[in-house]
């Protein structure tokens, strides 16, 4: 049983950055494969970022890629996403969610453990 608890969500003006924490309680989180989801108004769930346990290799959206960081500690159990340069359009709640499978099946959102989410609102 994996336990997530996201926090560092806000209000930012567009270019600004936030970085976001995701807790996780259980002692074999160092063994899942960690990501992070949005979801806008409106919108559909999308894959934002996720780190694989081991090595650790990251994978990004495109719509993030250059700006956004994922970076994991095992040590403290914690997962970042570090964002920077942000625009309006990243404005959602910002999930992070564990899983033991692979990456490819975490970004179809097949996925046994979600956080609570925190909210990210960037304005113009």
């Known amino acids: 049983q994996v336990q997530l608890v996201e926090s560092g969500g806000g209000l930012v003006q567009a270019g600004g950055s936030l970085r976001l924490s995701c807790a996780a309680s259980g002692r074999t989180f160092s063994r899942y494969n960690v990501a992070w989801f949005r979801q806008a108004p409106g919108k559909e769930r999308e894959f934002v970022a996720a780190i694989s346990w081991s090595a650790p290799l990251t994978y990004y959206a495109d719509s993030v890629k250059g700006r956004f960081t994922i970076s994991r500690d095992n040590a403290k159990n914690t997962v970042y996403l570090q964002m920077n340069s942000l625009k309006p359009e990243d404005t959602a709640v910002y999930y992070c969610?564990?899983?033991?499978?692979?990456?490819?099946?975490?970004?179809?959102?097949?996925?046994?453990?979600w956080g609570q989410g925190t909210q990210v609102t960037v304005s113009s």
């Open positions: 969610a564990a899983d033991p499978s692979t990456i490819a099946t975490m970004q179809r959102g097949d996925i046994d453990y």
